[in-house]
């Protein structure tokens, strides 16, 4: 999520101890995981499928530091198709009950 010249960088509390353990050390306003809402209005179906398709991309390969973490989410959501967005919404919606 980018708000202005700010990123705020969210990641699902399962993920690996060292990713969280390197934005802790390396991010002035970083959140942990243990402290996010459970019911966080800023997360829902959607960014989940979108946030798993962008982890299969960004950890291919080892992230040794918070510049090549950043310059990764960039890369991958700049270039994440149209279509696999559309898939999660649609994906969502066959799931909400009327």
């Known amino acids: 999520m980018k708000s202005g010249n700010i990123f705020t960088f969210q990641q699902p509390q399962r993920t690996v101890h060292g990713t969280i353990e390197l934005l802790r050390r390396s991010t002035a306003y970083f959140i942990a995981p243990d402290i996010w809402p459970p019911n966080s209005?800023?997360?829902?179906?959607?960014?989940?499928?979108?946030?798993?398709?962008?982890?299969?991309?960004?950890?291919?390969t080892r992230v040794h530091d918070i510049d090549e973490l950043r310059q990764r989410l960039i890369t991958v959501s700049?270039?994440?198709?149209?279509?696999?967005?559309?898939?999660?919404?649609?994906?969502?919606?066959?799931?909400?009950?009327?």
């Open 41 to 60: 209005p800023d997360l829902n179906p959607v960014d989940c499928a979108i946030w798993s398709i962008m982890q299969q991309h960004v950890y291919q």
């Open 78 to 98: 700049c270039g994440l198709e149209q279509r696999a967005v559309d898939d999660a919404i649609d994906q969502w919606q066959r799931n909400v009950v009327c």
